[in-house]
């Protein structure tokens, strides 16, 4: 398994059973564009209570436009909520696909001591 922080740029209302947030988008910054990563939905006390008090939080940082270039998949896009990047989450991961997206997210925590704006995509052997 890989491990690496992302910045977190929107979320999508839930669907089906789930409540407050379907999953959170996340990315990482190329120079100065924030890319699309992946998505991430599940995780360590992803629970009722935890997806409704994640939609508390994440709302006091709702802009009107995408943070990223360019836009997440429109299957995304298009029931998102798009937010300043001013959060950083720890991720689990399996790989990276061949486009550039993770595979496999599960959310280990939120990182209040690192700068959303330092996230780089990290490459084998960064973390060691």
Same mark, same amino acid.
């Given at each position: ?15 089906? &059973? ?15 564009? %924030? ?28 802009? &009107? ?9 429109? &299957? %995304? ?9 001013? %959060? ?5 991961? @399996? ?11 599960? %959310?280990? @925590?939120?990182?209040?001591?690192? @700068? ?13």
């Amino acid at each position: 398994m890989e491990r690496q922080d992302f910045v977190v740029g929107g979320f999508t209302e839930p669907q089906g &059973s789930r409540v407050g947030v379907e999953s959170m988008l996340l990315g990482y910054y190329e120079g100065k564009a %924030l890319r699309f990563a992946g998505n991430v939905g599940t995780g360590v006390g992803w629970t009722d209570v935890f997806g409704r008090v994640l939609r508390e939080q994440l709302t006091e940082f709702v802009v &009107s436009r995408s943070p990223f270039s360019p836009l997440p998949p429109q &299957s %995304l896009s298009k029931n998102a909520h798009w937010l300043e990047p001013c %959060l950083v989450a720890d991720v689990q991961f @399996s790989e990276w696909t061949g486009d550039g997206h993770i595979r496999n997210p599960s %959310l280990n @925590s939120f990182r209040a001591d690192v @700068s959303p704006t330092d996230i780089r995509r990290e490459r084998e052997g960064d973390r060691d």
